[in-house]
């Protein structure tokens, strides 16, 4: 087996969980939108920091989020998805986190080191940490958390090659790794490696998830696995005075139209899934506003390399070849993302877009691409995209419309979210339309999601097998952070845009429509929002 098991890609239905979309523009367009990006993420701080004034902020009242799908389990080890994972992480905290610039900090660790080797992790934690029920947080429950994710695995697996885990004494946290892995502290920070009590507190696995008990600043009320969730403050938070509401509700809205609908009439406070083509509309409606970062996803075109047409490198290479990026990304994302060139969104290190050679449209080299293959007249296929997402909608036209010029002919499935999900887990489709996102702030955190074929995802569910990849995908995890490791990750990066497995589309920031009202709201680069510091005018 491959020593990495999996990294996610979150998926964004809307949005990895698993997850968004993602772009790279021609030269002067990508000045213009970096410049946006910079710009929204001063917006968010400017946002967190009003909340963090002298005077005290108002408490109290409940917020009202939409989403565009339900949680359906709190499996810290086991979940992958954004309508999962987004809810997991107002429960369970880790170590270390990332804040809004993509930053690691000290989290429920008040302190860390890592030896000069690379391979001794020594944490410290914070004093006086309690989970919600008010039991004390100690480095035993550290050892047990960690014990548990290496023992499931699961979508976010720990690729580190761990040593041993122990507790030093009740605050001291210490992991030795067997050999260095660089991407292992920026992977600690996402939602998977959250903090649970020792032998779960005492009760079942089972029982457990159903009623988790974290250090989080929610615990959760009321659950229904096909519908809303409410959470409750966590009167423990070791954020003192914080949060300063007193519940919130995940309300589930499958529909992009009914959730701006819902937030104009004020019946929720915000919602997750923004369409970029609605961005102006609400942030210039009366009683709304747009709140928004640079984000860690990718907007895709996955190929099912089993199938029989494009299993074919030159069908892959001549569709990509046919398609306007650029322009589909000027028509469907109104300035708020930049066309793809990488893999890698430019708010990740390494992302080489500057350097990538891509394959730009042009028709002719299209139809010579597709010459060259084994279906030189072209074929009838099928596009799978998840219903309830007008942008999603938008691009498998755009994406029919490229087939048809050069003979292949694209049938669009859109199917509701919870099949769409089930049938590409099942490797039941030949193309779709969906988004990579990065967990942490590392290359890794997406390239070996997309690019490992024994992993949990199988190459993101492409099947994608590729050697020479494989072989920089694990040099780039034990490289150092350098040159060398930029090299690594360039080279990897474009064979991937030679054989497209996955056609990278564009970026899109990250955009939550939001209630005048609300202030203190911190959106995350992985598309998750921080609710500590969130309060409710009148």
């Known amino acids: 087996m491959s020593q990495l098991k999996a990294f996610r890609k979150s998926f964004w239905i809307g949005t990895v969980a698993l997850l968004l979309l993602v772009v790279v523009a021609g030269c002067s367009d990508s000045k213009n939108n970096s410049e946006s990006n910079k710009n929204a993420q001063q917006n968010t701080n400017q946002g967190a920091n009003q909340s963090a004034t002298p005077e005290e902020p108002a408490a109290g009242g409940t917020f009202v ?14 979940q992958i998805t954004s309508n999962n994972a987004f809810a997991i992480d107002k429960v369970f905290e880790s170590l270390v986190a990332f804040d809004s610039k993509g ?49 499931v695995g699961g979508p976010l697996a720990i690729a580190a090659k761990v040593d041993t885990t122990v507790a030093k004494d009740k605050q001291t946290f210490v992991i030795t790794l067997k050999e260095p892995y660089t991407p292992f502290i920026s992977e600690l920070s996402n939602f998977s490696n959250g903090i649970i009590p020792n032998n ?75 369409a970029l083509q ?5 942030k210039k409606g009366p009683d709304t506003t747009v709140v928004t970062n640079g984000s860690w996803v990718t907007e895709q075109l996955f190929f099912n390399t ?30 708020y993302a930049q066309t793809a060139n990488s893999l890698l969104p430019t708010t990740i290190p390494y992302n ?34 998840a219903s309830g997402n007008s ?20 049938e669009i499935e859109s199917i509701e979210l919870a099949t769409f999900r089930e049938r590409f887990f099942a490797y039941d489709f030949a193309a779709m339309l969906n988004s990579g996102q990065a967990d942490s702030p590392e290359a890794n955190s ?8 024994e992993g949990f995802s199988k190459s993101y569910w492409t099947h994608y097998t590729n050697d020479e990849v494989t072989k920089l995908l694990y040099e780039g995890q034990k490289t150092p952070d350098g040159k060398e490791r930029e090299a690594t990750y360039t080279k990897l990066l474009q064979t991937l845009a030679d054989e497209v497995p996955y056609i990278p589309l564009y970026y899109p920031d990250i955009l939550k429509g939001v209630g005048s009202s609300v202030d203190g709201l911190v959106v995350l680069p992985n598309g998750s929002v921080r609710f500590e510091e969130v309060r409710i005018g009148k």
Do not use: C, M
Request: charged share 25%; proline share 3%; glycine share 6%.
């Open 65 to 78: 989020y939409g989403r565009p799908a339900s949680v359906t389990s709190l499996d810290l080890h086991n």
């Open 306 to 335: 089993l199938d029989k047409n494009f299993s074919d490198v030159h069908v892959r290479r001549a569709l990509a070849l046919a398609l306007d990026r650029e322009g589909l990304t000027k028509a469907l994302t109104f300035g």
């Open 200 to 274: 779960f507190g005492g009760v079942s696995e089972e029982e457990f998830f159903k009623k988790p008990v974290g250090t989080g600043p929610f615990v959760v009320e009321q659950w229904d696995a096909a519908g809303d969730l409410t959470f409750t403050k966590n009167p423990n938070y070791w954020q003192e005075g914080k949060p300063y509401i007193d519940k919130l509700v995940y309300k589930l809205i499958e529909d992009d139209s009914q959730a701006i609908n819902q937030l104009k009439a004020g019946e929720v406070n915000a919602i997750e899934s923004l």
């Open 446 to 453: 997406i390239i070996a999601f997309q690019t490992d074929p």
């Open 103 to 151: 930053e690691i900090v000290d989290w429920l660790a008040k302190s860390h080191s890592i030896s000069e080797d690379g391979l001794t992790y020594t944490f410290v934690l914070r004093d006086g940490l309690k989970f919600s029920n008010g039991t004390e947080v100690t480095a035993e429950d550290a050892v047990f958390s960690l014990q548990r994710h290496l023992k």
């Open 391 to 410: 942008t999603r909608a938008q691009e498998a036209q755009i994406i029919q419309a490229a087939g048809k010029s050069i003979g292949i002919n694209i």
């Open 352 to 385: 080489a877009n500057e350097t990538i050679k891509a394959l730009n449209f042009d028709l002719e080299d299209a139809k010579a691409e597709l010459a060259k293959s084994a279906f030189p007249n072209g074929f009838n296929t099928k596009l799978l995209v």
């Open 278 to 282: 609605n961005a102006d509309e609400i």
